[in-house]
């Protein structure tokens, strides 16, 4: 049984990652090291950014994603349909002509994968797990779902600031998050997110974001700036050493606020079912 599941994983994400391309990081600049006090203004900065424009409820749109392991690097071509705080879609197509080879859903618990041309289905819970299984950065779902709508809402009050440091118009706010930290860096000038790190208590990198290509768009009157390249690290340790996983996402086009209501899946039937949750790892991902 764990040897079919094996062969059928292979294939599935053979296809499903199918192509190479030149992955390039997001570019971006020193991290600010100068402290400076939070007067108010910076904390009335800090408040804004934080709220990630809440009138936006949803995307559509295409864009490359790229996924990036110790010694692998893959590229799929991806239309992407997310509803803010609910269910997401992503139809993943390969080859010249971009026939669509995979359809992903993904729901606040729960986790389905579509291989159309195997006529496969891997189905499970949507854990920070389970999605480090298929992407190789395990997020988990909000910070993996927010990264794809492109604005990050952080959750933290004004009360967890614990200090300041600027580089320019870059600011850096350290925050207290569970057992560790967060460090969030802002563009004051024009007031985005532009990167973001998470650390254990003891300081050591956990994981980070960087969003950069911003781009303005305007819904219902209201102004507001998003990434067009989006790019997620997740750092680990493994008995070779310290081991990081990429995920990359860059924007053709999007649209956002045109959709309405849930978005539709409809699980497929009389297909060869796999329970990702029995899954240890992936063959693709093994380095």
Request: glycine content about 6%.
């Amino acid at each position: 049984m764990k040897k079919g599941i094996t062969v059928v994983l292979f294939l599935v994400f053979h296809v499903f990652l199918a192509g190479c391309g030149d992955f390039e990081t997001v570019k971006r600049d020193s991290v600010p090291a100068e402290q400076t006090p939070l007067t108010p203004e910076l904390l009335s900065l800090y408040k804004e950014v934080a709220k990630a424009s809440p009138f936006v409820t949803s995307v559509e749109g295409y864009a490359d994603i790229w996924i990036k392991t110790p010694g692998k690097s893959q590229k799929v071509y991806c239309s992407i349909q997310l509803q803010r705080e609910r269910d997401a879609r992503m139809i993943v197509s390969a080859g010249l002509l971009g026939w669509p080879v995979a359809d992903v859903y993904f729901s606040p618990d729960s986790l389905y994968v579509h291989d159309i041309l195997n006529n496969t289905l891997l189905a499970g819970r949507n854990t920070q797990e389970n999605l480090g299984k298929l992407l190789g950065v395990d997020s988990g779902y909000e910070m993996f779902s927010e990264s794809l709508l492109g604005l990050m809402k952080i959750k933290e009050p004004a009360s967890a600031l614990r200090s300041v440091k600027k580089n320019g118009d870059k600011l850096m706010f350290t925050l207290k998050s569970g057992s560790g930290f967060k460090e969030v860096v802002i563009d004051a000038s024009a007031k985005t997110l532009t990167d973001l790190y998470l650390k254990e208590a003891g300081g050591l990198n956990v994981a980070e974001l960087h969003f950069s290509d911003f781009q303005s768009y305007t819904v219902d009157d209201r102004s507001f700036l998003v990434p067009g390249e989006i790019e997620m690290m997740r750092h680990e340790k493994s008995r070779k050493g310290p081991v990081t996983n990429t995920l990359r996402i860059v924007y053709d086009e999007r649209s956002f606020n045109k959709l309405s209501g849930s978005i539709e899946f409809r699980r497929p039937e009389n297909v060869k079912l796999i329970m990702l949750d029995d899954v240890v790892k992936l063959p693709w991902l093994e380095r």
